[in-house]
């Protein structure tokens, strides 16, 4: 009877771990839909009733989210920079988030686990991944248990991974509770085993013998009955949590029909908003035409019969026509990106950078420019488009020549995974890095119009089609040594 009794509560305490580790795993399928964008807001129910926040940008209202989560949150960069944390990591840390952000992530493990961090961290950059690590704050203080999981967040967001943070450790106090439980039973079972072996040689002549083994028997199920009332309440509380996520996964559901609405609405939004570019920029060229045209004819026939002043006030009306001319233009260009694209086909780099130095050939001639360039790949892409981004780099890169130097502009390219690397390298004047975001908005401009000529649109527009692309684009530059740039396009 007594090994009957134990076989049972052993199976019971296994089959709690188990759906404990199950209550877990729930609860971070839930968090994983939130990072994924799988969901557009969230119900956060509290002291003044339910409140729905939206998950529609990643500005203010994802971060009064992930300020609300019970779970702690964190951003880090790829060498493991904290970016950024909410609320609840800093408490769990008992760190003030100040502090925190900027700091090394590995900071906050001992060094036996500092290996398996950069390991979750490396395969966080590229796909979904988890993993427990401990904290420990000192060396007084009890070790607090981590499960932590890993997203790579996308390009145009703050930081390269995404980290939740869960407090396992009264997962791991339970687990610990039980298998402690598990060894002492089993300590139990072999002295008492122990014990009535050795009566077992007395009950021929013993009867007291007889009766302390049907009291230790009585005694082991005592203990039992005990252990089984703890597991019976463990199993209640189970059952509440997985009522709970049940409850969140419908409002979840719910709110992932509202962002698919709200996705249709700006999707209508960008379309008419480009459609609005193309036709003011379009619209606005022929008025324009007519002045410029009237304000030549005026100096045509009343040249030799005005005053010097007003010559120079009208060159100023023809100049400054001419460049709106040119600004409305590199609008309309910009604005067809995504109206008047292309469909995507396999064409042939090599031919494209050749047909745009024929383009460019007066340019090229009149600044003694040398270009050079490697053998360079098929990709599959918008023709006119790509062309259009060779054009204005190798433009912007004779443009913006050393007075005393030739200019030199060499292009090539590497393959990086399933991305194509292209550059187009220089000897110019170069940029300072801290214009780096600045050159690519539209209409900025870091020298005058005199010096250098231009709307400040051209590598708006590169940037535009690169994305359209599926790529990015970047340059690496010293201000007197040339500047490179950088862009990839999917092989």
């Known amino acids: 009877m007594p090994s009957i009794i134990i076989s049972k509560t052993e199976k019971q305490l296994l089959l709690e771990n188990e759906e404990l580790r199950a209550s877990l795993a729930e609860a971070n399928e839930t968090l994983d839909a939130i990072r994924n964008g799988e969901v557009d807001a969230i119900v956060v129910s509290g002291a003044d009733g339910e409140k729905v926040f939206s998950i529609s940008s990643a500005e203010t209202p994802y971060r009064v989210i992930i300020e609300e989560m019970n779970e702690g949150a964190v951003v880090v960069s790829a060498e493991g920079v904290v970016l950024y944390c909410n609320r609840r990591f ?232 001419a460049r709106m001319q040119r600004l409305l233009v590199n609008l309309l260009d910009f604005s067809r990106i995504s109206t008047h694209a292309k469909h995507f086909e396999q064409v042939n780099t090599n031919a494209i950078v050749g047909q745009v130095i024929t383009i460019l050939n007066q340019l090229i001639a009149a600044n003694n420019a040398l270009l050079s360039s ?55 004047i170069g940029i300072e890095m801290q214009y780096h975001d600045k050159v690519f908005s539209v209409f900025q401009r870091l020298h005058s119009a005199k010096d250098y000529p231009g709307t400040g649109i051209g590598l708006s527009i590169c940037k535009r089609i690169v994305e359209r692309h599926g790529g990015t684009i970047w340059f690496e530059s010293m201000v007197g040594e040339g500047t490179t740039f950088y862009f990839t396009i999917p092989g």
């Open 90 to 321: 800093a408490e769990l840390v008992s760190i003030a988030p100040e502090q925190i952000m900027g700091s090394w992530f590995n900071q906050f493990f001992p060094k036996t686990d500092i290996q398996k961090y950069n390991d979750l961290l490396q395969a966080g950059l590229k796909g979904k991944t988890d993993g427990e690590l401990t904290y420990i704050k000192n060396e007084k203080a009890h070790p607090i248990h981590l499960h932590l999981s890993f997203s790579p967040l996308p390009a145009e967001l703050l930081g390269d991974v995404c980290i939740m943070v869960a407090n396992i450790t009264d997962l791991k106090l339970k687990e610990d509770e039980l298998r402690r439980s598990h060894e002492t039973l089993e300590q139990q079972v072999i002295e008492r085993t122990a014990e009535l072996t050795q009566t077992v040689d007395e009950l021929a002549n013993s009867q007291g013998a007889a009766l302390k083994m049907m009291n230790d028997a009585v005694e082991a199920k005592n203990t039992l009955d005990i252990l089984n009332k703890e597991l019976a309440f463990q199993n209640e509380e189970k059952a509440k949590r997985a009522a709970e996520l049940i409850i969140a996964n419908k409002e979840l559901a719910f709110q992932n029909d509202e962002k698919e609405k709200r996705a249709k609405e700006l999707e209508n939004a960008n379309k008419d908003l480009e459609q609005f570019a193309y036709a003011a920029s379009h619209d606005l060229q022929e008025p324009l035409r007519m002045i410029s045209s009237f304000i030549q004819l005026l100096e045509r026939k009343y040249k030799d019969k005005i005053d010097q002043d007003a010559n120079d006030y009208i060159h100023f009306v023809v100049d400054g026509s």
């Open 374 to 428: 490697d053998d360079l790949p098929l990709v599959t892409a918008d023709e006119s488009q790509i062309m259009r981004v060779f054009q204005n780099l190798i433009e912007n890169a004779v443009k913006f020549k050393k007075k005393a130097e030739l200019p030199q502009i060499h292009i090539s390219c590497t393959k990086q995974g399933n991305m194509y690397r292209f550059s187009v390298a220089d000897n110019g």
